[in-house]
């Protein structure tokens, strides 16, 4: 059996994500900001695993060091951890400002969630993972806004771009495990719709399109690096 960390599973991809896995048969520990749409996923998370498998769901914001201890604690509990998911994410102002009125408060609060609270929680998990009968892996969710020049996206780009050099390191300083940055591409997400206030996004496809592809590359062995979604196979063909 299969222990996942999913954090930002309380909707939007963590969600969708938590749900594919459950369905393979994973055991859960997610979390979420919103302890009212947390406890909604954790019920139905708890209708989708089969016998033997188990849902933890821990309310918390993963920039809270006590927040990522307990998710560790939980991980524990449940006998250790294969798959940590990075998913716990912010977007900053909205409308998008660009860098020359960037809040700098602001800027550092999306450092705070994404490269700060990523590696904090992937320190708290290590040992767990290096541990994992399969090799442990982790999947940082990452963007084609931390490779690209987006007018309005500079720091929110800029903060997945630093967790994607995390990735890139971590995967050297630790050969034995699986290290993803992983981009999902546009979904149509309330973060997506955040960045485009009043525009309508229902051409950009719902998280679960992109999660068969995605559990698929956290069940393989595909080396460590940055993964685009886009460019992994549909299972079955």
């Not at 909707?11 to 947390?38: M, N, Q, T």
């Not at 960037?102 to 700060?116: K, N, S, T």
């Not at 993803?180 to 149509?188: E, F, L, Q």
């Amino acid at each position: 059996m299969s222990t996942a960390v999913v954090t930002g599973a309380s909707k939007g991809l963590g969600r969708a994500l938590s749900e594919g896995l459950a369905r393979r048969g994973w055991s859960l520990i997610v979390d979420g900001r919103d302890p009212a749409l947390l406890e909604q996923a954790h019920g139905r998370l708890w209708k989708l695993i089969p016998p033997g498998s188990h849902v933890l769901a821990i309310p918390g914001d993963v920039a809270d060091l006590e927040h990522r201890r307990a998710l560790a604690g939980a991980a524990h509990a449940l006998g250790g951890l294969d798959l940590l998911v990075c998913n716990a994410g912010a977007l900053g102002p909205s409308p998008l400002p660009a860098l020359a009125d960037f809040p700098l408060a602001g800027l550092r609060e999306l450092f705070e969630v994404y490269p700060v609270a990523s590696l904090g929680l992937i320190q708290e998990v290590l040992p767990m993972l290096r541990a994992a009968n399969d090799g442990g892996r982790v999947a940082l969710i990452s963007s084609d806004a931390a490779i690209e020049g987006y007018p309005g996206w500079g720091g929110y780009g800029a903060a997945k771009a630093a967790q994607d050099q995390l990735a890139k390191v971590l995967a050297i300083e630790e050969p034995e495990l699986l290290i993803w940055s992983v981009d999902p591409g546009d979904m149509r997400t309330d973060m997506h719709q955040a960045a485009f206030p009043g525009e309508d996004i229902t051409d950009r496809p719902l998280p679960e399109a992109v999660v068969p592809r995605l559990i698929e590359l956290f069940e393989s062995r595909q080396p460590s690096g940055r993964i685009r979604a886009a460019d992994l196979a549909e299972p079955g063909k």
